[in-house]
């Protein structure tokens, strides 16, 4: 469950960030594909704690990122990064992390920290609608990859892809990336 405090904050990251987005074509499309993928650095602020912290983390991150410098670095929309599910933890072992893709060699000071993502293979898919709901295609896509003979492999990525204070919570999109390896 994430809080409303999350698209505020997540609207003032398009303050600083303007990233081209490919427009949503209305034409249907396959729910999930799998896609080979590059790695690519990450700044991130990792937390331990309920998903209802998630506005004040944002808060931190972005406050952390702009008295470090560091939006120069920045290369492409903000990301959470999902070690464990509320279906499977307690909301205070939850493990997780906001951040950016950021160029090579940036190097951020605590408590920021730069991680790789480097899975070779995720099953991508699009969330259409508010951020609380991305639990039901996060289930959906391990669902759709099981059926298509994967294994889930890595943690779950959301990429934000607009800005939730110029749309309506039923317009938001969220691609979520979870890494798989055949079976």
């Known amino acids: 469950m994430r809080t409303k405090h999350l698209a505020s904050v997540i609207g003032v990251c398009f303050v600083f ?15 999930a594909s799998v896609k080979e993928g590059k790695p690519f650095p990450y700044c991130c602020l990792p937390h331990k ?5 998630m506005g004040t983390v944002i808060g931190e ?14 290369r492409g929309t903000m990301i959470g990064v999902y070690y464990n599910s ?22 951020p000071k605590l408590p920021l920290v730069v991680k790789e993502w480097k899975f070779p293979a995720c099953a991508i898919c699009m969330h259409k609608g508010a951020y609380e709901k ?7 896509l391990i669902d759709w990859a099981k059926a298509n003979g994967y294994a889930v492999a890595g943690p779950t990525l959301e990429r934000y892809l607009n800005n939730p204070m110029q749309v309506k919570p039923e317009e938001l999109l969220t691609e979520i990336w979870i ?3 055949k079976k």
Not at 49 to 53: A, E, K, Q, S, V
């Open 179 to 181: 890494p798989v390896k």
């Open 134 to 140: 991305t639990g039901e295609t996060i289930r959906r």
């Open 49 to 53: 704690g309920p998903l209802t912290d």
């Open 17 to 31: 960030l303007s990233s081209s987005i490919a427009a949503w074509s209305g034409e249907e499309a396959p729910f």
């Open 61 to 74: 991150f972005m406050q952390a990122m702009q008295g470090q410098g560091l939006f120069a670095s920045v």
């Open 86 to 107: 509320p279906a499977d933890a307690k909301p205070a072992d939850l493990a997780w992390e906001v951040g950016f893709p950021v160029a090579e060699g940036a190097a």
